[in-house]
């Protein structure tokens, strides 16, 4: 049966016999009494549109069938670390962007893209439009190490760096230094085991990935042989998981350079861990102690490449070549561990080290950033003081993602954060808490304020332009996608 | 089929009463969606699913065959597996699924709660559940894959496993898939920095 004749016999069985779509409609307008439908529904406007806004949004549409939300971006592309923080050897984990997809093609969703939310619009101006605010603009900013000579050329933050070989328009013109043998990265979190990889990974196969044209070029010139990643504590209380230690074991053309005696504390102490830990302390230790086999021997005598974790070392000092144009090395406090566990800390011994390198990656920490300041911040925590996703002393305001609760964890842990916030806000929808009988206008005044002020933002079929030319350009060269660098480029695509 | 397709409808109803999945069967372009789509199975077996479904058809390797052909043709009673999925808010929710099925994509096509954020890649732990005791045995070891991404699912319990991983066998019948209560507190009281 054609598929058009399929449609006719749908539409008259649907329309002489269904009346309840109808019948809302009219009663829509009859309780507004205004023409369009949705004037009277809740309308919620979330501030950035990475895996904590878009899945605040999914809950939000799910849970209340009245609700309206528009999603605005400060960037002409959506999806934040998930396009410009996750690894571009880590494709799988950009699947959540099919999820995310559907939501900003759902009726009641908008998506608007070059808005600058605190520059181009005020919090203020959004809170008069919108029944409610929800933050969810992550951690652009970084915490610094603190140290004299952290701003020498040649010391990057893994937040740059990362971005870098990701597209971010504002890590465009990093171009690190990569003619040195070693590399240190102070961190041992995911972000460095991902700075470590990519550092060391075989060309061939960075260049299938999304990884943008001038880091592949960079990389494919780099002398960097030696990764060494260091952190403050013990094998025991590292912050990255599994799944990355394993790449790094398993990285060709490389093998594992460990110092033992940092693991001498350690095998006594496993059979008390937790599953996910003990099984990541089991394979470090295999890494670093057991003797290999003869196959797994031989791949490492030709590995051209090293990488090792440095236990109990903190940065205190980035040492400069004579003639101050570059660094040659960092100077390490030696630190021994108090307590144990999770909470063990590290204290100084007194005595330093000093390991000569040509780049320096400080991997420990995002920071979140103030928006506006009629908007409470927690200048130490470095979030917004909140309550279950409330923002404490601000009605109508929630948070959600790394603004809520610190810049760590994984896209699962994002998510169960950003239901948790929706849920509150649909709570308080509910109860009455917050107001949504009266009608806001939501997008049609913040749209004529943005025209106003010369702002055009982009819409979801215009990221879908660029979406397209991005894979198209990719396919040339077997990659998933060629990113476009610049902001200027992007909007030339999305309105052309 | 017909007690499959009662139990499928009475479900569906009440999660479109509580208004937790829109009502598509109100909807002309439903029907035609289906009668499109089993007209394209038949041709299409194995390829990609390109209609997007509410329910979500994801694209992903494991279990496409058999999330297409779906339990909607549960003709054999052998093939027929019993399943019951416990909600976030403890709700049974029993399901006729069939042999092949899997886990994930058949709480999708129900409208139960379970994300699968990397689409079944062992990317993510978005679909851990906890499986009923005298079912989790039968199961085939995890493997090394899995209990790496198990070990960053928040409340991690014996009876843990990726929903994406479980395809149904008749040994299975009667499982029980407990969605994990993330609670209210965790994030905000005792938070653990976790990796990132």
């Known amino acids: 049966m054609g598929a058009h004749k399929l449609l006719f016999s749908e539409l008259k069985l649907w329309t002489s016999g269904r009346g ?5 409609l009219h009663k829509g307008i009859g309780a507004c009494g205004k023409a369009s439908l949705s004037s009277c529904s809740p309308k919620v406007c979330i501030v950035g549109s990475g895996p904590a806004g878009f899945y605040t949004a999914q809950h939000l549409i799910k849970a209340r069938q009245d609700v309206e939300v528009d999603i605005y971006e400060r960037l002409p592309v959506p999806f934040g670390l998930v396009r410009f923080g996750v690894a571009p050897d880590h494709p799988e984990v950009k699947n959540v962007i099919n999820t995310f997809t559907q939501t900003a093609k759902h009726s009641r969703c908008s998506f608007y893209g070059n808005v600058n939310v605190g520059k181009n619009v005020s919090i203020t101006e959004l809170q008069q439009a919108y029944h409610a605010v929800v933050l969810s603009y992550g951690a652009e900013g970084n915490r610094s190490m603190g140290v004299p000579g952290e701003d020498l050329a040649g010391v990057y933050s893994a937040k740059d760096f990362v971005g870098w070989y990701n597209g971010l328009p504002s890590c465009r013109e990093l171009s690190p230094d990569l003619s040195c043998e070693t590399a240190v990265i102070l961190g041992q979190g995911n972000v460095a085991l991902d700075v470590a990889r990519i550092l060391l ?25 030696r990764v060494l990643i260091v952190g403050r504590r013990g094998p025991i209380q590292i912050a990255c998981t599994i799944k990355e230690l394993r790449e790094m074991v398993n990285l060709p053309d490389t093998r594992p350079d460990m110092v033992a005696a940092d693991f001498d504390a350690v095998k006594e102490a496993l059979k008390d861990l937790p599953r996910p830990r003990k099984r990541l302390t089991e394979l470090m230790l295999k890494t670093a102690l ?16 090293t990488w090792g974790f440095r236990f109990f070392r903190s940065p205190v000092e980035v040492l400069a070549e004579p003639s101050h144009s570059r660094i040659a090395g960092i100077r390490l406090a030696i630190n021994k561990l108090e307590g144990s566990g999770e909470g063990a800390h590290a204290v100084l011994t007194g005595e330093v080290e000093d390991v000569s390198c040509g780049l320096v990656v400080s991997s420990i920490g995002y920071k979140s950033l103030p928006i506006d300041p009629s908007v409470p911040f927690d200048s130490r925590k470095a979030i917004i003081p909140n309550t279950m996703g409330r923002v404490k002393q601000a009605a109508g305001l929630y948070c959600s993602g790394w603004l809520k609760t610190g810049p760590t964890g994984v896209i699962a842990t994002t998510m169960n954060n950003s239901f948790d916030t929706a849920r509150s806000l649909v709570e308080d929808m509910d109860s009455g808490t917050l107001d949504v009988s009266a009608a806001k206008p939501g997008s049609q005044s913040i749209s004529a304020l943005l025209e106003k002020r010369g702002v055009k933002p982009v819409t979801f079929s215009d990221w879908e332009k660029i979406d397209n030319v991005e894979m198209k350009k990719g396919e040339s060269s077997g990659k998933p996608r060629e990113k476009l660098l610049t902001v200027e480029e992007m909007l030339h695509v999305a309105w052309t | 089929m017909a007690a499959s397709a009662a139990v499928r409808s009475s479900m569906g ?7 937790v999945i829109p009502d598509c069967s109100t909807c002309p372009l439903f029907r035609l969606k289906c009668n499109a789509k089993n007209a394209a199975n038949l041709q299409r077996k194995g390829s990609f699913d390109s209609f997007r479904t509410i329910n979500r058809h994801l694209q992903t390797s494991i279990g496409l065959y058999h999330s297409e052909e779906g339990s909607s043709n549960a003709e054999d009673p052998e093939d027929v597996v019993n399943v019951v999925y416990i909600d976030r808010s403890g709700q049974r929710i029993p399901v006729k699924a069939k042999v092949g099925d899997n886990v994930l994509y058949l709480a999708h096509k129900h409208g139960i709660d379970l994300e699968g954020a990397c689409e079944a ?21 995890p493997e090394e894959r899995e209990d790496d991404m198990l070990d960053m699912a928040p409340m991690l319990q014996e009876n843990s496993r990726l929903g994406c991983q479980i395809i149904l066998t008749p040994e299975l019948d009667g499982i029980e898939l407990t969605l994990p209560k993330v609670t209210r507190n965790f994030y905000v009281d005792g938070h653990v920095p976790k990796p990132h």
């Open chain 1, 201 to 225: 990974s075989p060309i061939d196969i960075l260049k299938k990935t999304d990884i943008t044209q001038p880091a592949l070029e960079a990389l494919a010139e780099s002398q960097v042989r």
């Open chain 2, 121 to 141: 890649s062992l990317a993510c732990s978005t679909c851990h559940v906890y499986v009923s005791a005298a079912h989790f045995d039968k199961l085939p070891e």
């Open chain 2, 13 to 19: 109803l009440t999660l479109r009463l509580s208004r």
């Open chain 1, 290 to 305: 057991e003797v290999p086999g003869e196959k797994e021997q031989e791949r490492r005598s030709k590995a051209s490449r």
């Open chain 1, 20 to 24: 309840g779509w109808i019948a809302r």
